[in-house]
């Protein structure tokens, strides 16, 4: 019926068709009379009783319709190939005016006199009518059945898409024209619009739908309006399985009446066809929306996915920069020429041409004090030991230079030495600001600790949404570990950039030549452990520094040197390495003679100098310098200011939350008087430290009053904390006065302890005596008694006649 019905239509034309009265004969005069926007911009194009049109599909690619956006270059091209039926026919996959010509040629239909008049191209869909007039013996769909034979005879195919052919269609309706940005796309909206306004429109079931659109493609779906929508005009959803063949049918269909014969009601219904995008992918974001419990936590592991592979890499080689200094200015040849000669010049003006020292006078003295401590740290790096080095000492010892500028001076100059400062670390305020202080230690570059907040914020709606969390904000523990491992892999990379395939041991595997090259790794070293640790949160924060550092040496990726102030830090690095003996050098104030020589060298520097400027004068006096116009050095204030902090800090009464007594700090104080070292053990056994002697002495240490020294991991002596406080000792007992009020403190807390005992003995006494019968066995326990009795009676005495001297002192002196 369809068939019949094209035919009826092709030698009747729709009412729908205008009519042009005049026919033009040449070609070339009408070839260039419809624009992409159709007769005189109108949007459609004029047929007469014996003129049809023909829409060729697949002619262009359609992949390339998002050009038509860019007017701003295509408006040009565009207008030379629809203004040139050879330009158009030359790009695409087949020139229409020829296969029209050849079909009607070879067409076994009879048919008349067929002439092309017109080849209109539709880019954004990929092909173009075709405008052809033929005689009245001759009907449009015969014309259009022979170009289908011969189209699938032939079977054409673009080069862009050998699995599709060039298709083409009598167009049955009234084509709308139009250059609006509307891409084609596999659905096609149809809407049912009545014949004449005022008359009511048919809406045409499924089968009646499937029927018209059936025949230029294979049908994907049909969506009818829902009954009780409002929305007018009635409309379906035609859908195609390609998109080639939607735009074949919108173009052939669009405009087309349907007659009452095949459903389109007494006064018929037009078709008005247009391109809807189907939203192909709306399962998948309600999907994604309906199921947070498993979206999100999937998210969580993408965006971690892209971190590691993308920022990783990039944060490995910033740390790897940093340690090598391969973009710092400094190192540049050009900046230090520049350094070099700006310093010379500036030697050279001062003082006269005078020779400027440029280290700090007298320091040098200090450093050959100390050369044994220097070796030892050079020797410990070249074995392959898996311990920790720590060098400890109280402020101003000069750790950091020890290490830094002379046991570590030629891994410096080699660029293979890591400095970690935790002191910006542990004062940083927040997890974000922890987080930018340690990584801006190792140059961990790119960071984001600013999206730990942000990322927070989503973990809480997250888990306001699915009442769990989703795993997108990371604590702080797990921040650090992932700077400490980009760290570890960097330092890996070091101590390995040196190797060669050449090499003797080039069949050692990374592990084998790293243990084996201990001169090979670089150096870490960790300054300002353990500082502010009795801080919130502090703790975590060493745990993984420690840790990291106990990977580094089993690993032998590195050595480690952790300077600190603090004495407990056995308590904090043995957690790592429980079962390691650690490498440590105390580091104490320097020895008197060197003290000696050191200020002696600061207060003659400007008078040698002095001298250089009168002789490079010509001036011969020779003055006596500074130290040589003192009849002594001792500095007395000096030892009065540390026996008044001395007297303050540990021997007066104060805080209570310390964790020694004055009597304990005074019986240190005064046998430290007389003598420079006294027996660990042997003051365990004294009075005042039988019980918790070890956790004060521990606590005095932490308070640098004393110095305790260990052997092969066990304290053995006991020394002043500083050589200053020797004689701050002494000082503090020529003072008869306090020296009488600790002593009498000192007794009076042994004389209390002796008189506890005694009540001991004496209950236990009492127990035995009230016993019925007391046995011969217990003899011997209740003389054993009678004696510590006697001889706690007979100590209490001797304290208490020497406690009343004490007493008489503190009666008679100021």
């Known amino acids: ?480 570990s992932k700077i400490w491992n980009n760290t570890a892999t960097a330092l890996k990379d070091i101590a390995l950039e040196g190797r060669r395939k050449d090499d003797p041991d080039a069949g050692l595997s990374d592990d084998e030549y790293l243990e084996a090259h201990p001169e090979r790794r670089p150096v870490v070293v960790v300054d300002n452990f353990l500082h502010k640790s009795s801080e919130p949160g502090a703790a975590m924060v060493y745990d993984k520094l420690a840790e990291w550092a106990a990977r580094l040496t089993t690993s032998n990726l590195a050595h480690v040197i952790f300077l600190t102030n603090d004495v407990s830090f056995s308590k904090s690095l043995s957690k790592a390495l429980p079962d390691r003996v650690f490498r440590t050098i105390p580091l104490g104030d320097c020895s008197p003679q060197t003290a000696k020589r050191y200020v002696i060298n600061h207060l003659d520097f400007d008078a040698v100098m002095d001298d250089k400027a009168l002789k490079n004068q010509g001036n011969e006096e020779k003055r006596l310098t500074p130290s040589q116009k003192r009849e002594d050095l001792p500095v007395k204030e000096i030892i009065e200011q540390s026996a008044s902090e001395i007297l303050k800090m540990f021997l007066l009464l104060g805080n209570e939350s310390r964790e020694w007594t004055p009597q304990q700090a005074w019986t240190l104080v005064r046998n430290l008087a007389h003598s420079n070292a006294l027996r660990y053990n042997e003051m365990l056994l004294l009075d005042a430290y039988k019980s918790g002697g070890e956790k004060a002495l521990a606590a005095l240490e932490q308070a640098e009053l004393i110095s305790v020294q260990s052997l092969n991991g066990r304290p053995y002596s006991i020394k002043p904390g500083k050589p200053v406080y020797t004689p701050a000792f002494k000082r503090l007992l020529d003072d008869k006065v306090l020296t009488a009020k600790m002593d009498m403190a000192v007794l009076g807390e042994t004389i209390g302890n002796e008189n506890k005992s005694i009540d001991k003995y004496e209950q236990e006494l009492r127990l035995l005596a009230e016993l019925p019968k007391t046995p011969g066995e217990l003899n011997d326990r209740m003389y054993w008694l009678l004696g510590k009795i006697a001889s706690s009676q007979k100590k209490i005495e001797e304290l208490e006649r020497e406690s009343a001297g004490k007493k008489k002192i503190l009666q008679t002196e100021y």
């Open 1 to 480: 019926m369809l068939a019949r019905q094209v035919r009826q239509r092709a030698i009747r034309p729709s009412t729908a068709l205008s009519r042009q009265p005049e026919v033009l004969s040449s070609l070339q005069i009408r070839r260039n009379a419809t624009a992409e926007a159709g007769e005189n911009k109108s949007g459609h194009i004029s047929v007469t009783s014996n003129e049809g049109i023909l829409f060729f599909q697949s002619l262009i690619p359609i992949n390339f319709q998002w050009l038509n956006r860019c007017t701003w270059v295509l408006d040009s091209k565009r207008s030379s190939i629809l203004k040139n039926e050879e330009k158009f026919e030359s790009i695409g996959a087949a020139s229409p005016h020829k296969v029209v010509q050849d079909a009607v040629k070879n067409s076994k239909l009879g048919l008349g006199n067929v002439e092309v008049l017109e080849v209109l191209p539709r880019l954004k869909e990929g092909g173009a009518f075709v405008k052809f007039r033929h005689d009245e013996a001759t009907d449009s769909a015969s014309v259009a059945e022979a170009v289908r034979q011969h189209l699938k005879a032939k079977r054409i195919r673009p080069f862009w898409n050998p699995f599709t052919r060039v298709r083409a269609g009598l167009v049955l309706g009234r084509p709308w024209v139009e250059d609006l940005f509307r891409m084609p796309s596999r659905r096609l909206k149809v809407e049912f619009l009545p014949s004449r306004p005022g008359a009511e429109a048919a809406e045409l079931t499924q089968e009646q739908l499937y029927s018209f659109f059936r025949p230029y493609g294979k049908l994907a779906d049909i969506v009818p309006q829902a009954s009780d929508s409002k929305v007018l005009p009635r409309h379906a959803y035609v859908d195609f399985a390609r998109v080639g063949r939607a735009i074949l049918a919108k173009n052939c269909l669009h405009g087309y009446g349907v007659s009452e014969a095949q459903g389109g009601g007494k006064l018929g219904t037009i078709f008005r066809l247009s391109y809807e995008k189907k939203q192909r992918y709306g399962w998948i974001k309600d999907w994604l929306f309906g199921h947070p419990r498993i979206v999100i936590p999937a998210l969580a592991a993408l965006i971690a996915g892209i971190t590691v592979s993308i920022f990783d890499p990039l944060r490995t080689f910033s740390i790897r920069a940093h340690i090598t200094r391969n973009f710092h200015i400094e190192d540049n040849a050009i900046f230090k020429w520049f350094k070099t000669q700006g310093e010379d010049l500036i030697n050279k003006v001062r003082l006269l041409g005078q020779a400027v020292d440029a280290g700090e006078p007298g320091m040098q003295v200090v450093w050959d004090d100390r050369k044994g401590e220097i070796e030892q740290i050079r020797s410990w790096l070249m074995e392959t030991a898996d311990t920790f080095i720590i060098v400890q000492g109280p402020r101003g010892s000069g750790k950091k230079e020890l290490v830094l500028d002379h046991a570590l001076q030629h891994k410096r100059e080699a660029h293979r030495v890591l400095v970690v400062d935790c002191k910006p670390i542990q004062e940083a305020r927040g997890d974000a600001a922890t987080i930018a202080a340690a990584a801006n230690q190792v140059g961990y570059r790119p960071v984001f600790s600013w999206l730990n907040n942000v990322s927070g914020l989503m973990d809480l709606a997250a888990q306001g949404m699915t009442g769990v969390k989703a795993g997108f904000s990371e604590t702080l523990e797990n921040q650090l």
